[in-house]
């Protein structure tokens, strides 16, 4: 069998949507549906205007667009750890771990929900929610499941996941504004963050509120 050899700018598959989106996500993140200019993503990939309409209708096509690069990542993760019959502690670590890289490998998803619930433009919640709603849906099913079962304590399951969500947007666009300083991307904050966020989310959902200590004596 030959050697394998590194592809050529030709065997290359275009990757302008690809850097199209990147450039959106950070405009989008940065000025919100409204402020984004489609000349100044057009400018940050090096390309001219019209070929930026040649991939994206419109902007609205666009901020499509640059919310289904993540969702597209982070709905799977959803599905299959909160498949029915697990272990629901386990499940939660599961998606909670998942999701919450997905976050860090995409810095600007959290400034841009956090952007639309500011500036509050129709389109943009409304496409914001259409990804967002089923995913907080399905976190609140996983919840009452586990209630029914007797295994999660007597929370309310919409503020749970309200709170889990707001907690993970909030590191992701306010942790450098913090002491001590550190970079919400950096691997070893996330992981202190992840684990913290999971102790808070294990305490509140158990039904056995005894320390460890406290329910081996």
């Known amino acids: 069998m030959p050697p394998r050899t590194r592809p050529t700018a030709i065997d290359r598959p275009d990757d302008t949507r690809e850097r199209i989106i990147d450039a959106a996500q950070a405009i989008f993140a940065r000025d919100g549906f409204v402020g984004a200019k489609m000349q100044e993503i057009a ?10 309409f040649y991939h994206f209708k419109n902007k609205e096509a666009l901020f ?10 982070i709905e799977p993760v959803f599905r299959e ?22 976050m860090a490998e995409e810095p600007d998803f959290a400034r841009m929900v956090a952007r639309t619930s500011v500036d509050r433009h129709p389109a943009a919640v409304k496409i ?6 089923p995913l907080v849906d399905l976190s609140v ?12 304590a007597d929370i309310d399951p919409f503020f749970f996941t309200l709170n889990s969500w707001g907690a993970a947007l909030i590191y ?10 550190a970079k919400p991307t950096d691997a070893k904050d996330v992981a202190r963050f992840t684990t913290t966020l999971l102790q808070m989310g294990n305490r509140a959902l158990a039904t056995d509120r005894r320390t460890p200590a406290q329910r081996a004596s």
């Not at 499509?64 to 990542?73: D, I, T």
């Not at 498949?83 to 998942?98: C, I, K, M, T, Y």
């Not at 992701?172 to 300083?181: E, G, K, Q, V």
Request: aromatic share 8%; no cysteine.
């Open 43 to 52: 400018d940050r990939v090096g390309i001219q205007r019209p070929s930026l």
């Open 64 to 73: 499509v667009a640059a919310h289904e690069q993540v969702f597209a990542r």
């Open 81 to 102: 750890s909160l498949a029915p019959n697990g272990d629901p502690f386990v499940q939660l670590d599961r998606v909670s771990r998942a999701v919450l890289a997905v």
């Open 128 to 133: 914001v929610r259409t990804y967002l709603q």
């Open 141 to 152: 099913d996983f919840v009452r499941d586990g209630q029914r079962r007797g295994v999660f």
């Open 172 to 181: 992701f666009i306010a942790r450098d504004l913090l002491a001590p300083t």
